[in-house]
């Protein structure tokens, strides 16, 4: 049984999906930001899953933060940094077990995402070699930061998670036309998408704890 959880389309859309397969969508109420609401969608998930386990989970919550050293606020920095990095930890954690148990029932070797595996929407804006020159352009201190948090969070989630063969890596979606890209971002949310959905599909061991964006292209940390 696979589940991906996708905040790319609207709520409204997302429900109106759900109405017309039921049997395959089932919408659970998980906010990155409480512990106890993470908990929760676990348990539900996990009721749904019975022993064949979870193949697929994305962390795709995000909070955008903006300013730089002189303006950005201390309640930026602790908001940004609890959706974009604690909130990630703990949704892992509790869904950790699923993920090893969907890779244990596989009983094929190597990585993959029929397999187990967990993708990490990050963000250009993480990328300690790409984010200075763009700067200026993008004041976006706050984001930035736990994005970089986010990135280190994949990297050592890949170490723990290798021995379980659970696939683990970061993914940027591109600059893309969505309430927090905004209009002047170059990318329809259909391309992003369709091209982040052929990228996990072809994910293998060889991408465990590395960085891409939605073309397959590695980005540098």
């Known amino acids: ?12 859309a997302l429900r109106e999906l759900a109405k017309k397969h039921p049997n395959v969508i089932t ?15 676990a348990k539900k998930v996990g009721s749904l899953l019975g022993n064949s386990g979870l193949n697929l989970l994305v962390n795709n919550a995000a909070k955008m933060g903006s300013g730089n050293i002189q303006t950005s606020s201390v309640e930026d920095m602790k908001n940004t940094f609890n959706t974009n990095v604690i ?17 244990k029932a596989s009983g094929t070797p ?3 995402c029929n397999k187990a595996a967990v993708i990490n929407i ?6 300690m070699t790409r984010m200075p020159p763009m700067y200026i352009q993008f004041p976006e201190l706050p984001y930035c930061i736990s994005k ?3 990135n280190m969070l994949t990297v050592l989630a890949a170490e723990e998670l290798k021995a379980d063969e659970i696939l683990c890596m970061a993914l940027h979606p ?12 170059p990318l329809e949310s259909k391309e ?9 599909g072809s994910l293998t061991e060889k991408q465990h704890g590395g960085f891409l964006d939605y073309t397959g292209e590695t980005i540098p940390w």
């Open 148 to 150: 970089a948090g986010f």
């Open 122 to 127: 990050s963000s250009v804006g993480g990328s």
């Open 174 to 185: 591109g600059w893309v036309k969505t309430e927090m890209g905004g209009e002047k971002a």
């Open 192 to 200: 992003s998408v369709e091209g982040m959905l052929r990228v996990i």
């Open 27 to 41: 919408i659970i109420r998980l906010d990155a930001d409480d512990p106890d609401s993470i908990k929760e969608s």
């Open 87 to 103: 909130g990630p930890l703990l949704i892992i954690r509790e869904y950790f077990p699923y993920l090893q148990a969907a890779a």
């Open 1 to 12: 049984m696979c589940l991906v959880y996708l905040c790319i389309l609207s709520f409204l």
């Open 110 to 112: 190597g990585m993959s």
